[in-house]
Antibody
Framework: QLQLQESGPGLVKPSETLSLTCTVSGDSISSSSYYWGWIRQPPGKGLEWIGSIYYDGSTYYNPSLKSRVTISVEKSKNQCSLKQTSVTAADAAVYYC?????????????WGQGTLVTVSS | QSALTQPASVSGSPGQSITISCTGTSSDIGTYNLVSWYQQHPGKAPKLMIYEVYKRPSGVSNRFSGSKSGNTASLTISGLQAEDEAEYYCCSYGGTTTPHVIFGGGTKVTVL
């Protein structure tokens, strides 16, 4: 059974870098059939796609976040990671990782439970 | 890219049918059959209910159906049940100059 688990610091200071990891179990992140994405949700607000990655390292980003975001994959650990620089209060959100069948295909069929990131000094 | 437009709330009585609309543009919903719908209960991760406009993932009740006309996609819930009370989000591929994935603002479904 596929499981995704996000992990990382729950508190980040303004202007610093947010770093999160998604650990995949029950399937290989190197599967040629799937892409692995990050989606966030500010408290009480809607969902926003951050970006997605394929096991070969190909990345696809939300144009509005592209300048601050890097998504990477660590196949040996069956993990993908998100780094977001120069965070502000607007970046406070629950961050989810999810699996989809294509880089811009919005069929996110499995999700992690999400991890809350607070931005505060 | 602006978010897809959804009504803030929709309500219905048990057993009734309701429809949630999701309006985009010719750059996303109007051109591509890549619309999905997610159900989210409070404190939980979203759950895929419909993909590629009308397809249902295994395990999703056939009371949920999707459709599209022009720049607007719709999710219909028939035989409304108490457990259907949740937030619903539409999502679409957006193309043209800069490919992206875009979500709607969400619709709160209340079962009266």
């Amino acid at each position: 059974q596929l499981q995704l688990q996000e992990s990382g610091p729950g508190l980040v200071k303004p202007s610093e870098t947010l770093s999160l990891t998604c650990t995949v179990s029950g399937d290989s992140i190197s599967s040629s059939s799937y892409y692995w994405g990050w989606i966030r949700q500010p408290p009480g607000k809607g969902l926003e796609w951050i970006g997605s990655i394929y096991y070969d390292g190909s990345t696809y980003y939300n144009p509005s976040l592209k300048s601050r975001v890097t998504i990477s994959v660590e196949k040996s650990k069956n993990q993908c990671s998100l780094k977001q620089t120069s965070v502000t209060a607007a970046d406070a959100a629950v961050y989810y990782c999810a699996r989809s069948s294509g880089h811009y295909i919005p069929n996110f069929d499995s999700w992690g439970q999400g991890t809350l990131v607070t931005v505060s000094s | 890219q602006s978010a897809l437009t959804q009504p803030a709330s929709v309500s219905g009585s048990p057993g009734q049918s309701i429809t949630i609309s999701c309006t985009g543009t010719s750059s996303d919903i109007g051109t591509y059959n890549l619309v999905s719908w997610y159900q989210q209960h409070p404190g939980k991760a979203p759950k895929l209910m419909i993909y590629e406009v009308y397809k249902r993932p295994s395990g999703v009740s056939n009371r949920f159906s999707g459709s599209k006309s022009g720049n607007t996609a719709s999710l219909t819930i028939s035989g409304l049940q108490a457990e259907d009370e949740a937030e619903y989000y539409c999502c679409s591929y957006g193309g043209t100059t800069t490919p992206h994935v875009i979500f709607g603002g969400g619709t709160k479904v209340t079962v009266l």
